[in-house]
């Protein structure tokens, strides 16, 4: 059975550099200086390292995400930790620290704080299966407690990692934010 169309057909796409349309932005057509014509562009000399860090995947984790990206992180090299090394709760927190700066790193600027949250919560899950256990639900609770108390070094220091890493991007935030209303309003 033959459909009709309803719709008129769609308008052709714009070219690129063609003028806009009046709703499209500031009164239709743009500027040669505001479409950036004759400008050169030059781009700053970035050091190897900061090149190196670009190439590095960039999520931006919710406040929820990171405290399972974190948790799933610490759980899963724990595992790891307790079949090749013994439960070695020195090679646990020294793998700890850089999970700690990756979910500083890449948490979104919105939900900060809850990476610092999140790091000591990531480090007693993944306790969970290297802790000395005597058995049963109270033997594997007073190991974690001991674990806890035994290497909280540790834990303040991935949390002092992690709240380095956020207090840093905040200020960096709002210095940005600062730059921008302060050229708005010149």
Partial sequence: MEQHRTRPPQSPPLRR???LPPQAGRGGARTARQSGAGVPRTAPA???LVQAARRFP???????????FCSAVMFALACLDALLFGSSLVVYGVLFLPVCALTAVWVRRADLVTA?????IAFAVGLLPIADSGGGLGGRLMGLV????LHAGWLYGGTLVA???VTVRKVRM???RAAQRRRAAA
């Fill in 17 to 19: 550099g063609a003028p």
């Fill in 163 to 165: 709240g380095l890493i």
């Fill in 146 to 149: 001991t674990a806890l108390a």
């Fill in 116 to 120: 610092v949250v999140a790091v000591p």
């Fill in 58 to 68: 960039n999520p931006r984790l919710t406040g929820l995400g990171s405290g399972l």
């Fill in 46 to 48: 970035v050091s190897p």
């Fill in 174 to 176: 709002m210095s940005r």
